[in-house]
């Protein structure tokens, strides 16, 4: 039991449409970060959030955003979805200079 | 190249095996970090480990910064330990903004 929640576990959207995938971070953690998975892959960093500013992120366009909140909780949004955006979406928490992760189960997202 | 690089990719074992799965990087980094992630997908932290070795239950892993490699160990591998292991590196100065090795998949048959 890691505290780190994410929200849905799955879901299916279609090419174009925008998706927001969620994530409660464990208790007195101020750091989250987003991952994406494909099929077969290992994950690749999308960005991360510290005291709702985003201060890193990889390789992905400005169509994947996100937000963290007050509370720590924090959101991914993807606009425009691709077939290649179908991935295992992980969200991980940690208090900052602590270093260990904390992961979520992850949202598993289809797009047809 | 891949920064991260794992090998085995794919390792089967009989129960009892001492497993070993190895980690190199091409990056400068602060620490490392040993995950598992099991069939649902969801990833555990097993270590992170910027010198040395650590060691809980059955894991061990160990790191060598100036040859940027690290091990992790199963000792008395059981099925239950059948999972994906993946090693993973931030950067200096970079956070969680991890790089990510292609995993080890790892079978243990009883």
């Known amino acids: 039991e890691t505290g780190v929640t994410q929200s849905p576990t799955h879901l299916i959207k279609t090419r174009g449409q925008q998706v927001t995938l969620r994530c409660s971070s464990q208790s007195g953690h101020n750091t989250v970060s987003w991952y994406q998975q494909a099929l077969g892959q290992g994950p690749q960093f999308i960005f991360q959030y510290y005291r709702e500013e985003e201060n890193g992120r990889g390789n992905f366009p400005p169509r994947f955003s996100g937000l963290q909140f007050p509370n720590y909780s924090s959101e991914l949004n993807v606009n425009a979805l691709e077939l290649d955006d179908s991935a295992l979406y992980l969200c991980a928490s940690s208090r900052v200079g602590a270093g260990e992760l904390f992961f979520g189960e992850g949202s598993r997202l289809t797009v047809l | 190249k891949n920064e991260v690089e794992q090998s085995p990719q794919n390792l089967t074992a009989q129960e009892g095996e001492f497993i070993t799965i190895n980690c190199s990087y091409s990056?400068?980094?602060?620490?490392l970090h040993w995950l598992q992630q099991h069939p649902g997908g969801g990833i555990v932290s097993l270590f992170m480990?910027?010198?040395g070795k650590k060691k809980h239950g059955r894991l061990i892993a160990t790191i060598n910064i100036q040859e940027k490699h690290s091990s992790l160990h199963i000792t008395a591998s059981h099925p239950r330990d059948s999972a994906v292991y993946i090693c993973a590196v931030p950067p200096h100065n970079a956070g969680n903004m991890l790089t990510f090795g292609g995993g080890t998949r790892l079978m243990v048959k009883p």
């Open positions: 480990l910027s010198s």
């Open positions: 990056v400068g980094i602060s620490a």
